[in-house]
């Protein structure tokens, strides 16, 4: 009796050794993940969160730093336009990475690429003020030596008399009558040397006898006549000659 019961007591009924069973795998089923499986898992899940935390510093810099070339480079002055288009790109860029910064999970792949836009348009715009400078300044040598050279041509003018006959007026306009000078019942002769180059044109021409209020008003007039050129011998030639501008009250 006592045999038959020790027996019963070590085995299970039959019918629940299916639940035995079941209350096994279940209890397999919800163990804890070993510790391997979560060091192989957990770099997986960190690394989407991580890979793009790192912000585009070296490709930042290097915008900012054309833009730096842009302004040395004159671009406010000959490439105002360039120079604005890569302002406003780097306010882009720097917009980006402050609203990256409040962020938990952060981004900064739109960041890696207005860096690239910014300093693509500020190098333009260093590309553009050069070219513009460059332009400006060859330019500003070109009219100076003109006027080097015509002021060497000037200085060699000779007065008409002898074999030198006077140029012939062909264009004339008449003075403006300062109204202050009208007023004030102002009027005489303006004596003035002028000088005609070889083309015609009045040169230079300065008063040589004044009659204040109407000096520049005749300087302007006979700064527009036009002059048939002298000759020295049959060769259009740069004169001196003197010229008398009337102002009259009616």
Known sequence: MKARLAILLQQPPEGSQLDWAAESNLVKENRPMPIRAIVVVLPMLIFPLAG????????????????????????DKYAAASLKDA?????????????????????????????????????????DATSARESAEAEEARKAKAAAARHEKLAKAIRVGGQVRPPIRIKEVAPVYPAIARSARVQGDVVIEATIDEEGHVADARVVKSVPLLDQAALEAVQQW?????????????????????????
Request: charged share 20%.
């Open 52 to 75: 793009c935390s790192a912000p585009p510093t070296a490709e930042a810099d290097a915008a900012r730093q054309s833009l730096a070339s842009a302004s040395s480079a004159g671009a």
């Open 87 to 127: 302002q406003e790109a780097q306010a882009a860029l720097d917009a980006e990475l402050k609203a990256q910064e409040g962020k938990l999970v952060k981004s900064y792949d739109r960041a890696r690429e207005l860096a690239v836009v910014a300093k693509t348009a500020a190098d333009k715009a260093t590309s």
């Open 226 to 250: 036009r002059y048939q050129p002298s000759l020295l011998n049959g060769v259009p030639t740069a004169v001196i000659i003197t010229v008398t501008v009337k102002f009259t009250q009616p």
